[in-house]
């Protein structure tokens, strides 16, 4: 159970990153930065389509932030987006694509997206919190790494191949954690 949370913390190092052929880049990433109404875009023309990965790390995380010894018990990421359209969409809609943490190593855990198609209003959306180490164990090293962050891509599903706005205004994060563990009781040998 968390004894207590950080404060959000909003990435320093943002990225569009191009996973591979035919994904839609992001214009302006490092607008997901703050919560100023700065957004990031990425304009799609046709229909069953990716983004590339908005990476943010280093979130700025440090030792002050926490306890000595504590444990990493969630992670939760919090986004502002929408999504606009010129003309009259198809069946379908926007919806996130994949969203992972990521450590040294890179993206690590579970798949974090929610099928839930996106309103066209501006919508925040939460994932993870409390108890939610995104599917794998953290220490709080890992979390004040400045290779720690999410990679957060997008769909759009179905949509006719007028013209789709997807903007996010920010991506931010905050981590939960708990008293340290226990020191393992010492063998006692009676002979």
């Given at each position: 159970?968390?004894?207590?949370?950080?404060?959000?913390?909003?990435?320093?190092?943002?990225?569009?990153?191009?996973?591979?052929?035919?994904?839609?880049?992001?214009?302006?990433?490092?607008?997901?930065?703050?919560?100023?109404?700065?957004?990031?875009?990425?304009?799609?023309?046709?229909?069953?389509?990716?983004?590339?990965?908005?990476?943010?790390?280093?979130?700025?995380?440090?030792?002050?932030?926490?306890?000595?010894?504590?444990?990493?018990?969630?992670?939760?990421?919090?986004?502002?987006?929408?999504?606009?359209?010129?003309?009259?969409?198809?069946?379908g809609g926007i919806t996130d694509a994949q969203i992972y943490a990521r450590k040294t190593s890179g993206q690590v855990?579970?798949?974090?997206?929610?099928?839930?198609?996106?309103?066209?209003?501006?919508?925040?959306?939460?994932?993870?919190?409390?108890g939610d180490g995104w599917g794998v164990s953290w220490t709080a090293s890992e979390v004040t790494s400045a290779d720690?962050?999410?990679?957060?891509?997008?769909?759009?599903?179905?949509?006719?191949?007028?013209?789709?706005?997807?903007?996010?205004?920010?991506?931010?994060?905050?981590?939960?954690?708990?008293?340290?563990?226990?020191?393992?009781?010492?063998?006692?040998?009676?002979?």
């Amino acid at each position: 159970m968390p004894t207590g949370v950080t404060a959000y913390r909003f990435a320093s190092t943002i990225t569009s990153v191009n996973p591979g052929t035919g994904y839609i880049a992001w214009t302006n990433p490092t607008n997901v930065g703050a919560d100023d109404d700065s957004w990031a875009t990425a304009q799609v023309t046709n229909k069953d389509q990716h983004t590339y990965w908005l990476r943010c790390i280093d979130f700025g995380f440090s030792s002050d932030d926490f306890p000595v010894g504590c444990t990493i018990d969630g992670i939760e990421l919090v986004a502002l987006h929408k999504w606009t359209y010129i003309g009259i969409p198809e069946s379908g809609g926007i919806t996130d694509a994949q969203i992972y943490a990521r450590k040294t190593s890179g993206q690590v855990g579970a798949n974090h997206a929610s099928a839930v198609v996106w309103p066209e209003a501006e919508t925040t959306c939460s994932y993870g919190g409390p108890g939610d180490g995104w599917g794998v164990s953290w220490t709080a090293s890992e979390v004040t790494s400045a290779d720690f962050g999410i990679d957060y891509m997008v769909y759009v599903d179905n949509m006719a191949s007028t013209s789709t706005t997807i903007s996010v205004d920010y991506l931010k994060l905050r981590i939960f954690y708990g008293p340290p563990r226990p020191a393992p009781m010492a063998s006692v040998l009676t002979f």
